[in-house]
């Protein structure tokens, strides 16, 4: 099995971004190769990057460092999923990311990423740069869904496109064989 770690960078009051990451996750779990992890950065509650040392020291001071740390260590691989904020991703994936360095060292991840017409795609463009530094390994696809409001159903789920289906699915086959290739490496 894979364990497989969803980091849910979307926090605000009303996000789509819940629904969103709920077929994210039931998708991974439904799958059969993953042990699944979800991180909902609106529950989690990191602050602002409050480490006083630089992160690649490892000699976390906080709690809330700590266990975060354990997590992240604990995870095969990735996927991030964040909105679009005035061209680029919404901060907190960002303080996410920031708090750690080795933890996501030479492991995959996926991005889902989502906004209006553009779907996210200057938002994911902007993170790719950012995974790069910490030795994040992309994969080829990344789900990018224009205005997600309008597949909600009458309960409140996110009902994905065929489209988004298959790239998700394709996502997750990444995920498992970069995780098996890149593991000599870790
Ligand atoms: C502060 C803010 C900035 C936004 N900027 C963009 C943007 O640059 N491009 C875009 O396509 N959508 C933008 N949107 C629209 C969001 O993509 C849309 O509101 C989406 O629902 C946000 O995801 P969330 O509900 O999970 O927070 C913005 C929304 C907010 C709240």
Do not use: C
């Amino acid at each position: 099995m894979t364990n497989l770690l969803i980091v849910n960078g979307s926090i605000r009051e009303g996000r789509i971004g819940a629904p969103i990451g709920e077929w994210v996750k039931q998708t991974a779990e439904a799958d059969g190769r993953f042990t699944v992890d979800y991180a909902d950065l609106a529950e989690l509650k990191l602050p602002l990057m409050d480490e006083p040392n630089h992160p690649r020291l490892k000699k976390y001071t906080h709690e809330h460092t700590i266990a975060w740390s354990e997590r992240v260590a604990a995870a095969d691989g990735f996927i991030f999923l964040f909105p679009e904020y005035n061209y680029s991703y919404a901060a907190p994936i960002k303080n996410a990311v920031d708090y750690l360095h080795n933890e996501w060292n030479r492991k995959p991840v996926g991005f889902v990423n989502w906004g209006g017409n553009s779907g996210g795609t200057r938002a994911q463009v902007a993170f790719r740069v950012v995974v790069t530094a910490l030795g994040l390994v992309l994969t080829k696809g990344n789900v990018e869904i224009n205005f997600p409001q309008r597949q909600l159903n009458d309960g409140g789920e996110f009902e994905p496109n065929e489209q988004q289906r298959l790239v998700l699915t394709a996502q997750l086959n990444e995920i498992v064989k970069l995780s098996e290739a890149l593991a000599p490496l870790r």
